[in-house]
């Protein structure tokens, strides 16, 4: 399978990462450099093989339903670009 | 007065244990070593001599008063990908510019719980991904050693080139790294280091940025074997925080030094021989396969029949669980924002000017494997081929074989700037071709320096072992070592 211009283009986009048409074009050659060198998966017979969820055979842990961190808000946002009172500042998204 | 940077972790221990030197003279040698160093190698993107210090001046009360871990003293470097509260961690990517945590990694943690002093933060391929070091925002890393007769700088090898330059330089005792393909062993062997990839669950992957999740692991790049068992011994630990940490007690990995190789089977995989490999990687595995037989291991051939499946799926599954943990970096929690039209506009711009081309690379590659229509096609697939690599070597391991010994890089470090891989990424990404099926499985793999080729740059040699038997990887490794010696490159920075 390859891509064309357009499918570059359209996977940029659900990346959300902007792309020039110089950039698009460039990528386009580099994604189909790496889709034909995965395309050799297609010799394996996986007829009857589990996918693998998980590399090491063990029961997922299960801990009590409880609070057991939090109420450090002003710590979570210390980070961020933009933030008031508390609350993460983004540009408006309702009209 | 010897210079205390060339002292091993365990050197370094025992004057620090009898009061013959102190921590807060061990860390202002490191201190100045990258100082003199930093500008010429690049290996540090942050260096925190005031932490450093003052973590130095606790672990000489701590020594004073007989009470010192593990680690008391030692002085790390900790590469950029670890969270280190309040300190520079932006994984050597612009996106997370400015960002310093309001948490600490559990590895770290830990190494601070032993009484290991922060030096500062080392340089990587942003976001772990890449084979050179030459994907990092703050620049390449240059690898201390040279080849014999020329000026040329070397990559260290990626993604952890930071850690193995430090290490090689001495510029820490030792150095945290991860590795998801092949990062801690490729660049131990390009730079004459013992890196080592626990087994996957056997430490915290908690406050790590994540890279392909079912693939990373932490692990030590040391200056020897002794020193990377200490080291894991200190950063492995089971973790509430981290679902995929095991629970199972963490040895004495140092204890396991010195025991006898004798009855033990080492496979010899004939996947590995691939074409076009160097005759002298070629010899150097017969060499380490001889010294293994000298040891009384007997010397088994092997297959693992589905080894050259590793890489292709590798970029699928890796890209595919990057693509999803790289969302988060979205110009509104931290680090970068470039201001848009409206908010996706800002998204967008934000993750092309924070994102370098081999980031962006691989998030495309992973939303499209995971696209509508694709999924089965691709990243199902992968996860089958996955199964079948486990199988084979759960097959050879079944079969009586207690290690495999394998090639751990097609050829010693190469030129910063090589034109013919940076024209092509797959070409790159075979770098990873004796490291990537170790991550597939989940296995342990250990990188131990074995000898100089003809341009006198480091070959390693690797070791692959059951899940959690790292304790069999370190006494093997130890042989290798004992035999081979130990490589330092000249001071020429």
Redesign the interface.
């Known amino acids: 399978m390859s891509v064309d211009l357009a499918t570059v283009k359209r996977v940029a986009r659900l990346s959300r990462i902007a792309v020039t048409e110089e950039e698009a074009e460039r990528m386009m050659g580099e994604l189909n450099g790496i889709l034909g060198f995965v395309e050799q998966l297609s010799e394996v017979d996986v007829s009857d093989v589990e996918p693998m969820t998980s590399v090491t055979p063990i029961r997922m842990r299960e801990r009590s339903d409880a609070v057991t961190d939090g109420d450090k808000a002003a710590a979570v946002v210390a980070n961020a670009p933009a933030t008031d009172q508390n609350f993460f500042l983004v540009p408006k998204v309702v009209e | 007065m010897t210079d205390l940077t060339s002292l091993t972790i365990a050197d370094a221990r025992d004057r620090l244990k009898s009061r013959a030197i102190s921590a807060v003279e061990l860390t202002e040698s490191y201190l100045s070593a990258i100082d003199a160093a930093n500008g010429a190698l690049n290996a540090y993107v942050a260096v925190t001599p005031d932490t450093a210090l003052a973590m130095a001046k606790a672990s000489d009360e701590r020594l004073a008063a007989g009470k010192g871990g593990a680690l008391e003293g030692i002085p790390l470097g900790v590469k950029d990908l670890f969270a280190t509260e309040g300190i520079h961690t932006q994984a050597a990517s612009h996106i997370l510019d ?6 600490e990694s559990t590895v770290t943690q830990n190494l601070w719980n032993a009484g290991a002093v922060l030096l500062g933060k080392l340089n990587m391929d942003e976001f772990a991904m890449g084979s050179s070091n030459e994907s990092s925002y703050y620049g390449p890393v240059v690898n201390p050693w040279k080849a014999e007769g020329s000026d040329e700088k070397l990559v260290p090898g990626g993604s952890s080139g930071g850690s193995a330059a430090a290490v090689a330089a001495r510029l820490c005792a030792g150095a945290t790294a991860t590795d998801t393909g092949g990062s801690i062993r490729q660049p131990a062997a390009f730079t004459a280091t013992v890196g080592i990839k626990p ?3 056997r430490c915290s992957r908690w406050g790590i940025a994540a890279f392909a999740s ?1 693939l990373d692991q932490a692990g030590p790049i040391a200056r020897d074997v002794r020193d990377a068992a200490i080291l894991l011994k200190s950063m492995a630990s089971v973790d ?1 925080k981290d ?2 940490s ?2 199972l007690p963490v040895p004495d990995y140092e204890a396991a030094l010195g025991q006898s190789l004798k009855g033990m089977k080492i496979g010899i995989p004939k996947e590995y021989r691939v074409e076009g490999m160097p005759e002298e990687i070629e010899k150097l595995w017969a060499q380490g396969m001889a010294w293994l037989k000298d040891a009384g291991a007997e010397i088994v051939d092997i297959s693992l029949p ?1 080894t ?2 590793a ?3 590798y ?2 599954v890796a890209p595919a669980e990057a ?1 999803s943990n790289l ?1 988060r970096y ?8 470039v ?2 039209r ?8 934000t ?2 000017a924070g ?1 370098g081309r081999e980031v ?2 691989r ?3 992973g ?2 494997v995971l ?1 509508a229509g ?1 999924y089965d ?2 990243y ?9 690599i ?1 199988r084979d070597f759960e097959t050879v391991f079944h079969a009586g074989v207690d290690a495999i010994l394998a090639p751990i890089t097609p050829s010693s470090a190469f030129a910063i700037g090589d034109k013919e891989l940076a024209a ?3 070409k790159m ?1 075979l770098q990873d071709v004796f490291t990537i099926t170790v991550n ?3 296995l342990p793999g250990l990188s131990v320096p074995a000898g100089l080729d003809h341009k006198g740059l480091p070959l390693g040699l690797q070791l692959i072992g059951k ?1 959690f038997e790292e304790e069999t990887l370190f006494k093997t490794a130890h042989v290798i070592e004992q035999a081979a010696g130990t490589f330092s490159p000249k001071v020429w920075w």
């Open positions: 400015g960002f310093k945590p309001k948490y087994t996957y669950g079912s509430l679902s995929t095991v629970d589905h050259k499946y890489l292709p799926a970029y699928i693509s969302a979205d110009g509104v929690r931290y680090g970068l924002r201001e848009g409206d908010i996706a506009d800002m998204y967008e711009q993750r092309a994102f962006k690379r998030i495309m590659i939303t499209y696209s694709y096609a691709y199902l697939k992968a996860q089958k081929v996955r199964t079948l486990k092509d990424p797959v990404y597939m499985a989940g899940p």
